[in-house]
């Protein structure tokens, strides 16, 4: 059993930058590929990014590419998503999601959520 916990959501103008946090509990950590997804109001829910096992491989949207950075601390069992130059468009609410096998895109459905932080971008 893995649980997620992420931290670091807010309001930020847009152009700005914000750090989301998510803690894992367990001994595993570095079993699971962590990666993050976003649904807005109204719309689907949409994948974000992704990072390997050790880190070595991560993917992004390309909506998000060249202005998020994933990365992650397997000896803290945290992952981060650093989001700069944000848009009103990301707008939405974050989730910390974990899995032992791969997972790049909208329709994947990891074993373990977080409960979400809310990031608001205000134009």
């Known amino acids: 059993q893995v649980q997620l916990v992420e931290s670091g959501g807010g309001l930020v103008q847009a152009g700005g930058s914000l750090r989301l946090s998510c803690a894992a509990s367990?001994?595993?950590?570095?079993?699971?590929?962590m990666g993050w997804f976003r649904q807005a109001p109204g719309k689907e829910r949409e994948f974000v990014a992704a990072?390997?096992?050790?880190?070595?491989?991560?993917r992004y949207a390309d909506s998000v590419k060249g202005r998020f950075t994933i990365s992650r601390e397997n000896a803290k069992n945290t992952v981060s998503l650093q989001m700069n130059s944000l848009k009103p468009e990301d707008t939405a609410v974050y989730y910390c999601a974990a899995d032992r096998t791969p997972f790049y895109d909208d329709y994947a459905l990891p074993e373990y959520w977080g409960q979400g932080t809310q990031v608001t971008v205000s134009s």
């Open positions: 990072i390997t096992w050790r880190g070595i491989n991560t």
């Open positions: 367990g001994r595993t950590f570095s079993s699971y590929v």
